[in-house]
C-alpha cells in the first residue's frame, strides 16, 4: 500500500469568534505528488498549510496516512 496524506472536511475556526475560517476542505496526496492550493487572498490557503506543518496544531484536524488516523495535538 502506498502512503498518502488524506484530509477530510478540515474545519479551522478563528479562537475569538468561533468562525470558520476553512469549512469543509478535503483531499487526498499521494506519496511523491504535489498539491497546489489556489484562492483568492485571504481564503485559508496559508492557514491551511499551516496547520499541516503542525505551526498551528488544531484538534479538529485528522490526517490518515497508510490508512492510519493520528490527531494533530
Known amino acids: 500500500m502506498s502512503s498518502k496524506l488524506v484530509v477530510k472536511d478540515l474545519v479551522i475556526k478563528a479562537s475569538a469568534s468561533k468562525v470558520a475560517i476553512v469549512d469543509g476542505v478535503s483531499f487526498e496526496l ?10 483568492e487572498s485571504g481564503s485559508g490557503k496559508t492557514t491551511i498549510v499551516h496547520h499541516l506543518l503542525a505551526h498551528n ?5 485528522q490526517q490518515w496516512v497508510e490508512g492510519l488516523k493520528a490527531q494533530a495535538r
Open 30 to 39: 499521494p506519496a511523491g505528488k504535489l498539491l497546489g492550493l489556489v484562492g
Open 57 to 61: 496544531p488544531d484538534p479538529q484536524l
